[in-house]
């Protein structure tokens, strides 16, 4: 069964940045496509970005809210995904889920329990 | 930029009662969309890819049709556990979307 654990959300100042990291268990790591998804207080899904396997090309790509501003990569050595985000603004304020996708299909079939990211003054 | 809306905004059903969701594409995405479930508290749950193929584990009540534009999520007899918020997802295009979603509650 395929895990995957969310950690580093928290408060930040508009401005500010933060690093979101996802461990991933039971699945070849290296092999997966992966992908952030987000959902704002009360709101709907809206899909950040996503990044594909090495092997695949390790192509990354993004909505257009997040481009130039938010960067996905991932550590296959440690099985993490990270979200790098930069130049933070409110309305970025939402639960991140990170998500496991279907290989060439870029459904998201195992999605983790999310992890909140506040930004306010 | 495509643009998913789902129609009803809620659907109010009774169990054992047969529910129609629709999702629409302001552009052809033909067979690129896929349908997710959320309960409250939880993370969404992917019912159905490429239109009308049901995910690993998800009861034969719930199927899904359509293509290009128009696309139709069907569960055929609502079980208790049935009643959520059901959200459409495209990926078309290389950037993905979704709808804003429908609330299905029991009436």
């Known amino acids: 069964e395929v895990q995957l654990v969310e950690s580093g959300g928290g408060l930040v100042k508009p401005g500010g940045s933060l690093r979101l990291s996802c461990e991933v268990s039971g699945v070849t790591f290296s092999n997966a496509w992966m992908s952030w998804v987000r959902q704002a207080p009360g709101k709907g899904l809206e899909w950040v970005g996503r990044i594909k396997s090495k092997t695949d090309g390790g192509t990354t790509d993004y909505a257009a809210p997040v481009t130039g501003r938010f960067t996905i990569s991932r550590d296959d050595s440690k099985n993490t995904l990270y979200l790098q985000m930069n130049s933070l603004k409110t309305e970025d304020t939402a639960v991140y889920y990170c998500?496991?996708?279907?290989?060439?299909?870029?459904?998201?079939?195992?999605w983790g329990q999310g992890t909140l990211v506040t930004v306010s003054s | 930029e495509i643009v998913l809306t789902q129609s009803p905004g809620t659907l109010s059903l009774s169990p054992g009662e047969r529910a129609t969701l629709s999702c629409r594409a302001t552009?052809?995405?033909?067979?690129?969309l896929a349908w997710y479930q959320q309960k409250p508290g939880q993370a969404p749950r992917l019912l159905i890819y490429e239109a009308s193929n049901r995910a690993t584990g998800i009861p034969a009540r719930f199927s899904g049709s359509g293509s290009g534009t128009d696309f139709t999520l069907t569960i055929s007899s609502l079980e208790p556990e049935d009643f959520a918020v059901y959200y459409c997802q495209q990926r078309s295009k290389w950037r993905g979307s979704f709808g804003q979603g429908t609330k299905l509650e029991i009436k």
């Open positions: 998500t496991s996708v279907l290989r060439f299909l870029e459904w998201s079939d195992s």
């Open positions: 552009q052809s995405v033909s067979s690129k």
